[in-house]
Protein backbone atom coordinates (compact mmCIF):
# COMPACT_ATOMS: atom_id res chain seq x y z
CA UNK A 1 0.00 0.00 0.00
CA UNK A 2 1.30 2.75 -1.00
CA UNK A 3 1.50 6.75 0.62
CA UNK A 4 -1.17 7.97 -0.53
CA UNK A 5 -3.56 5.08 0.55
CA UNK A 6 -2.64 5.12 3.82
CA UNK A 7 -2.75 9.03 4.53
CA UNK A 8 -6.32 8.40 3.17
CA UNK A 9 -7.09 6.01 5.23
CA UNK A 10 -5.55 7.96 8.48
CA UNK A 11 -7.63 11.00 7.23
CA UNK A 12 -11.16 9.28 7.88
CA UNK A 13 -9.72 7.79 10.86
CA UNK A 14 -9.07 11.43 11.95
CA UNK A 15 -12.53 12.56 11.17
CA UNK A 16 -14.64 10.17 11.90
CA UNK A 17 -12.64 9.57 15.51
CA UNK A 18 -12.70 13.71 16.12
CA UNK A 19 -16.74 13.89 15.11
CA UNK A 20 -17.75 11.03 17.27
CA UNK A 21 -15.83 12.52 20.56
CA UNK A 22 -16.62 15.65 19.65
CA UNK A 23 -20.43 14.34 19.80
CA UNK A 24 -20.64 12.66 22.84
CA UNK A 25 -19.66 15.44 24.80
CA UNK A 26 -21.94 17.98 23.08
CA UNK A 27 -24.06 19.78 25.03
CA UNK A 28 -27.87 17.74 25.66
CA UNK A 29 -26.58 15.63 22.56
CA UNK A 30 -25.82 16.38 18.85
CA UNK A 31 -28.10 16.16 16.13
CA UNK A 32 -26.26 14.73 12.98
CA UNK A 33 -29.52 16.03 10.54
CA UNK A 34 -30.13 19.29 11.93
CA UNK A 35 -27.02 20.28 13.39
CA UNK A 36 -24.26 21.81 10.99
CA UNK A 37 -20.73 20.55 11.38
CA UNK A 38 -18.79 24.19 12.37
CA UNK A 39 -21.68 23.76 15.52
CA UNK A 40 -19.60 20.64 16.67
CA UNK A 41 -16.05 21.89 16.48
CA UNK A 42 -16.91 25.20 17.81
CA UNK A 43 -16.09 25.97 21.09
CA UNK A 44 -18.44 28.26 21.90
CA UNK A 45 -21.33 25.32 21.10
CA UNK A 46 -18.94 22.37 22.16
CA UNK A 47 -16.82 23.37 24.74
CA UNK A 48 -15.83 20.00 26.16
CA UNK A 49 -15.78 18.42 22.67
CA UNK A 50 -15.59 21.13 19.55
CA UNK A 51 -11.26 20.81 19.66
CA UNK A 52 -12.07 16.72 19.28
CA UNK A 53 -13.87 17.08 16.03
CA UNK A 54 -11.78 20.80 14.76
CA UNK A 55 -8.68 19.19 15.30
CA UNK A 56 -9.30 15.84 13.71
CA UNK A 57 -10.60 18.00 10.70
CA UNK A 58 -7.33 19.71 10.63
CA UNK A 59 -5.51 16.68 10.54
CA UNK A 60 -8.05 14.48 8.18
CA UNK A 61 -7.61 17.80 6.02
CA UNK A 62 -3.58 17.96 6.15
CA UNK A 63 -3.17 14.12 5.35
CA UNK A 64 -4.74 14.63 2.04
CA UNK A 65 -1.74 16.58 0.91
CA UNK A 66 0.08 13.31 -0.51
CA UNK A 67 -3.16 12.66 -2.32
CA UNK A 68 -3.10 16.03 -3.58
CA UNK A 69 0.39 16.55 -4.70
CA UNK A 70 -0.19 13.33 -6.46
CA UNK A 71 -2.92 14.53 -8.56
CA UNK A 72 -1.44 17.80 -9.28
CA UNK A 73 1.42 15.37 -10.29
CA UNK A 74 -0.33 13.37 -12.67
CA UNK A 75 -2.12 16.37 -14.09
CA UNK A 76 1.32 17.64 -15.47
CA UNK A 77 1.10 17.31 -19.10
CA UNK A 78 -2.75 16.95 -19.14
CA UNK A 79 -5.79 19.54 -20.18
CA UNK A 80 -5.50 23.20 -18.42
CA UNK A 81 -8.99 21.05 -17.05
CA UNK A 82 -6.96 19.03 -14.96
CA UNK A 83 -4.31 21.22 -13.87
CA UNK A 84 -6.73 23.59 -12.81
CA UNK A 85 -8.31 20.70 -10.85
CA UNK A 86 -5.31 19.47 -9.11
CA UNK A 87 -4.54 23.28 -7.95
CA UNK A 88 -8.08 24.11 -6.64
CA UNK A 89 -7.87 20.57 -5.01
CA UNK A 90 -4.87 21.98 -3.03
CA UNK A 91 -5.96 25.37 -2.02
CA UNK A 92 -9.34 23.44 -0.72
CA UNK A 93 -6.85 21.35 1.38
CA UNK A 94 -5.07 24.60 2.65
CA UNK A 95 -8.35 25.89 3.63
CA UNK A 96 -9.95 23.02 5.54
CA UNK A 97 -6.94 22.69 7.47
CA UNK A 98 -7.67 26.66 8.03
CA UNK A 99 -11.28 26.33 9.45
CA UNK A 100 -10.16 23.30 11.79
CA UNK A 101 -7.13 25.24 12.80
CA UNK A 102 -9.76 28.53 13.55
CA UNK A 103 -11.98 26.53 15.32
CA UNK A 104 -9.23 25.83 17.39
CA UNK A 105 -7.60 29.21 17.93
CA UNK A 106 -10.41 31.03 18.48
CA UNK A 107 -13.80 30.65 20.33
CA UNK A 108 -16.13 32.45 17.51
CA UNK A 109 -13.19 34.21 15.15
CA UNK A 110 -16.57 35.82 13.04
CA UNK A 111 -17.46 38.30 16.44
CA UNK A 112 -14.04 39.42 15.09
CA UNK A 113 -14.22 39.40 11.69
CA UNK A 114 -17.93 39.63 10.49
CA UNK A 115 -18.46 35.53 8.98
CA UNK A 116 -14.42 34.91 8.85
CA UNK A 117 -15.64 31.51 9.59
CA UNK A 118 -18.22 31.27 6.67
CA UNK A 119 -15.65 32.56 3.81
CA UNK A 120 -12.91 30.16 5.07
CA UNK A 121 -15.19 27.23 5.09
CA UNK A 122 -17.04 28.34 1.78
CA UNK A 123 -13.79 28.91 0.07
CA UNK A 124 -12.62 25.62 0.80
CA UNK A 125 -15.94 23.30 0.14
CA UNK A 126 -16.20 25.60 -3.04
CA UNK A 127 -12.73 25.14 -4.27
CA UNK A 128 -12.44 20.81 -3.13
CA UNK A 129 -15.83 20.49 -5.07
CA UNK A 130 -14.98 22.26 -8.38
CA UNK A 131 -11.26 20.68 -8.28
CA UNK A 132 -12.45 17.35 -7.99
CA UNK A 133 -15.22 17.57 -10.62
CA UNK A 134 -12.44 19.09 -12.59
CA UNK A 135 -10.27 15.71 -12.09
CA UNK A 136 -13.32 13.66 -11.94
CA UNK A 137 -14.63 14.56 -15.57
CA UNK A 138 -10.78 14.80 -17.24
CA UNK A 139 -9.98 11.53 -15.91
CA UNK A 140 -13.39 10.01 -16.68
CA UNK A 141 -12.83 10.80 -20.34
CA UNK A 142 -9.32 9.33 -20.73
CA UNK A 143 -10.51 6.06 -18.29
CA UNK A 144 -13.36 4.96 -20.63
CA UNK A 145 -15.87 7.99 -19.59
CA UNK A 146 -16.20 6.49 -15.59
CA UNK A 147 -18.71 8.87 -14.19
CA UNK A 148 -18.65 7.93 -10.96
CA UNK A 149 -16.64 9.94 -9.06
CA UNK A 150 -18.10 12.88 -11.07
CA UNK A 151 -21.79 11.30 -9.55
CA UNK A 152 -19.99 11.66 -6.52
CA UNK A 153 -19.19 14.97 -6.21
CA UNK A 154 -21.85 16.71 -7.95
CA UNK A 155 -25.31 14.89 -6.45
CA UNK A 156 -24.53 16.34 -2.65
CA UNK A 157 -24.42 19.75 -4.30
CA UNK A 158 -27.47 19.67 -6.60
CA UNK A 159 -29.36 18.14 -3.11
CA UNK A 160 -27.93 21.19 -1.50
CA UNK A 161 -29.44 23.48 -4.15
CA UNK A 162 -32.27 21.66 -4.23
CA UNK A 163 -33.17 21.64 -0.51
CA UNK A 164 -32.73 25.35 0.30
CA UNK A 165 -34.12 26.67 -2.63
CA UNK A 166 -37.21 24.63 -1.90
CA UNK A 167 -36.46 26.39 1.89
CA UNK A 168 -36.50 29.56 0.51
CA UNK A 169 -39.40 29.91 -1.78
CA UNK A 170 -41.54 27.65 0.12
CA UNK A 171 -40.76 28.12 4.28
CA UNK A 172 -38.51 31.48 4.31
CA UNK A 173 -39.69 31.60 8.05
CA UNK A 174 -38.22 28.60 9.47
CA UNK A 175 -35.05 30.55 9.89
CA UNK A 176 -31.33 28.99 10.06
CA UNK A 177 -31.43 25.19 10.38
CA UNK A 178 -31.20 23.87 13.92
CA UNK A 179 -32.85 20.74 16.54
CA UNK A 180 -36.00 22.98 16.46
CA UNK A 181 -36.30 21.98 13.39
CA UNK A 182 -37.38 18.32 14.02
CA UNK A 183 -39.80 19.46 16.88
CA UNK A 184 -41.46 21.66 14.39
CA UNK A 185 -41.75 18.37 11.76
CA UNK A 186 -39.57 20.23 8.94
CA UNK A 187 -38.81 17.42 6.51
CA UNK A 188 -34.85 16.28 6.07
CA UNK A 189 -34.41 16.64 3.22
CA UNK A 190 -34.55 20.82 4.01
CA UNK A 191 -31.86 20.63 6.37
CA UNK A 192 -28.70 21.66 5.03
CA UNK A 193 -26.83 20.37 7.91
CA UNK A 194 -28.15 16.95 6.88
CA UNK A 195 -26.72 17.26 3.07
CA UNK A 196 -23.78 19.16 4.60
CA UNK A 197 -22.78 15.98 6.00
CA UNK A 198 -23.38 14.00 3.31
CA UNK A 199 -21.58 16.42 0.77
CA UNK A 200 -18.47 16.21 3.54
CA UNK A 201 -18.45 12.64 2.78
CA UNK A 202 -18.63 13.11 -0.75
CA UNK A 203 -15.67 14.96 -0.55
CA UNK A 204 -13.99 11.77 0.83
CA UNK A 205 -15.23 9.03 -1.07
CA UNK A 206 -14.56 10.96 -4.18
CA UNK A 207 -10.70 11.66 -3.46
CA UNK A 208 -10.76 7.58 -2.82
CA UNK A 209 -12.79 7.18 -5.72
CA UNK A 210 -10.01 9.15 -8.22
CA UNK A 211 -7.02 7.27 -6.33
CA UNK A 212 -8.58 3.99 -7.22
CA UNK A 213 -9.43 4.98 -10.56
CA UNK A 214 -5.60 5.82 -10.78
CA UNK A 215 -4.27 2.54 -9.39
CA UNK A 216 -6.74 0.66 -11.69
CA UNK A 217 -5.24 2.05 -14.90
CA UNK A 218 -1.75 0.73 -13.72
CA UNK A 219 0.04 3.61 -11.66
CA UNK A 220 1.73 3.45 -8.36
CA UNK A 221 -0.12 5.25 -5.80
Not at 80 to 89: F, H, P, Q, T
Not at 144 to 164: C, E, H, N, Y
Not at 185 to 200: E, K, M, N
Amino acid sequence: MGLAWKCYGLSVLSVVAGSLLAARVYPEGFDWAYQVMSALASQKHNPEGGAWFAGGLALGMALLFPLAYRFFNDAAGRSKRERLGAVLVFVGLLFGVGVGVERLLFFHLSDVIDKAHELLALLSFLSLFVGLLLLATSRGRRAGARIWPSLVVVLPLLAIGASQLAVYLDQRDLGWVGTDWREMGVPLWYSFAFWQWLAAGSLWASMGLLLGCRTRVGESA
